[in-house]
């Protein structure tokens, strides 16, 4: 079992950045990040494995960089370039599962068997 803990969301205005860090108790394969706007679904944000490939939505492409989660450092998701659309609850996942990781698909929740508590960004115009 591993447990996960976020940190970092926080409130700045359209433009600005921030960054969630998602600090794992045990070893991860990949790590995802996830967000849930108000009145919308969960969507898939990034996904980054242990060695560093990371996967994008498109609409935080060039905005958003994620680092892995590993023997050196926890995973986190830089946030560049905020516009209000990006407003959501955060929230990092991870899988401990090869399988998992390589063999789903990475915006899909049912890729990632952890999961941490989640942190809001709100960001105004």
């Known amino acids: 079992q591993v447990a996960l803990v976020e940190s970092g969301g926080g409130s700045v205005q359209s433009g600005g950045s921030l960054t969630l860090s998602c600090a794992a108790s045990?070893?991860?394969?990949?790590m995802g990040w996830f967000r849930q706007g108000p009145g919308k679904e969960r969507e898939g944000v990034a996904r980054?494995?242990?060695?560093?490939?990371?996967t994008y939505a498109d609409f935080v492409k060039g905005r958003f960089t994620a680092s892995p989660d590993n023997a050196e450092t926890h995973g986190s998701l830089q946030m560049n370039s905020l516009e209000p659309e990006d407003t959501a609850m955060y929230y990092c996942a991870a899988s401990s599962s090869f399988s998992s990781c390589f063999g789903g698909t990475w915006d899909d929740p049912g890729s990632y068997q952890y999961w941490g508590q989640g942190t809001q960004v709100t960001v105004s115009s």
């Open positions: 045990g070893y991860t394969v990949c």
């Open positions: 980054v494995t242990r060695s560093g490939v990371a």
